[in-house]
């Protein structure tokens, strides 16, 4: 029957920018589950139908509760048909067969390098490391040089003690300039396969001389263990970019960094650091709010902000701009907030955009 007290405005979004997703996951038995779906199918290759999968467990971290019937799920947005059929069969079976069957599969254990969780996180670092260098050989060189330490999750602790390494180089080179956490931590995860900083400098053009000083000072250091920087290619007049989903323009870097342990964990090695992978973007301050929104994450969340942007607003999101297609015009924005507002949106708090 029909509940008259059922509101629109109460239905989950098929957007993730309209949805408030923490880390508290009240359906983690089915988001895992569908997560190692898209996963496996990453692996293949197969990135159309993989992403089904991860809308459908996006969607469902956002609940406020746990499934409990299954005819909860008529009403809420993306779950094809596939994902439904692995709701039922978990909630009546307790496990999924075909997620067992991938999990126990020798493909997809070789490809996740048979180490359980780690593993997941060595197959991003590979994954970031590629996409990222314009050197490939050099990039996987250090990924397996490095690969025990890089496939370890950083914690938390450990990118404040970053923070505090980078903050100091930063400083050095720059006492003006100011550098803020960004990515998964921003968000307010405990953990991460990497630490991504962002980097405010208040007058224009020092964001193209920062990133090789700081490169250089971790060298004098003796605490670089890879870098690749990659020059600012930022052209406002090219603004805007049609390619969403593609990288930004600005200067960047993606490092290896040793980082001192607190007690000698590794002893036996005689080896008082671990090596950690950190993201360092510096975009020109006229572009930082869009910068920090897109370093933020997540992925999902910015995927959907930029669709909806273009499909419900006629309007162009990526981290250089927003832009206005009906009135060819740039909108400006000081803050996070003033984006959400362009593009009639409630604001999301950081440590909501877990999508
Ligand atoms: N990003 C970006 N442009 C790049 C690199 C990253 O816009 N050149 C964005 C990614 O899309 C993501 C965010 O920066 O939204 C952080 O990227 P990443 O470190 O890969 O992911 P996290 O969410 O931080 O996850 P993790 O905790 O595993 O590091
Ligand atoms: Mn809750
Ligand atoms: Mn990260
Ligand atoms: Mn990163």
């Not at 020092?206 to 250089?216: F, H, M, T």
């Not at 009906?326 to 996070?336: C, G, M, Q, S, V």
């Amino acid at each position: 029957c029909a509940h008259p007290s059922a509101k629109p405005e109460s239905a989950v979004s098929p957007y993730a920018c309209q949805r408030r997703t923490t880390l508290d996951n009240h359906n983690k038995i089915f988001t895992d589950a569908l997560e190692v779906l898209a996963e496996n199918l990453e692996l293949c290759g197969n990135q159309g139908p993989s992403l089904a999968f991860r809308r459908a467990a996006s969607m469902l971290k956002s609940l406020p509760a746990a499934l409990r019937r299954l005819e909860e799920t008529q009403h809420l947005p993306c779950l094809g048909e596939h994902s439904r059929a692995i709701i039922e069969e978990i909630s009546e079976c307790g496990s999924s067969s075909r997620v067992e069957e991938i999990l126990n599969d020798e493909r997809y254990r070789t490809m996740k390098f048979s180490q359980g969780n780690s593993s997941h996180i060595f197959f991003r670092q590979c994954k970031s490391l590629v996409c990222h260098s314009i050197s490939y050989s050099s990039a996987l060189v250090a990924g397996f040089l490095f690969y025990e330490d890089i496939s370890k999750p950083v914690s938390r602790t450990e990118a404040s003690a970053l923070k505090i390494i980078v903050e100091e180089a930063v400083i050095c080179v720059n006492p003006s300039a100011t550098v803020s956490i960004t990515g998964g931590f921003r968000r307010g995860k405990e953990f991460g396969h990497d630490v991504d900083f962002i980097i405010k400098t208040p007058e224009a053009g020092q964001e193209d001389v920062i990133l090789p000083a700081v490169i250089k000072r971790f060298k004098s250091q003796n605490i670089l263990l890879y870098s690749d920087l990659q020059e600012s290619t930022f052209d406002l007049r090219k603004l805007p970019t049609h390619c969403f989903e593609a990288m930004d323009h600005f200067s960047k870097c993606f490092l290896i960094i040793k980082l001192k342990r607190e007690q000698e964990t590794d002893a036996r090695a005689g080896k008082d650091w671990r090596a950690v992978r950190v993201d360092l973007v510096a975009p020109p301050l006229e572009r930082f709010t869009y910068a920090l929104l897109g370093w933020t994450g997540s992925t999902l969340f910015l995927r959907d902000l930029r669709r909806f942007a273009r499909l419900e607003r006629g309007k162009l999101l990526d981290n250089h701009a927003l832009y206005d297609k009906a009135t060819n015009t740039f909108l400006p924005a000081k803050t996070e907030e003033d984006i959400f507002a362009h593009l009639g949106l409630e604001y999301i708090e950081p440590w909501q955009r877990n999508a």
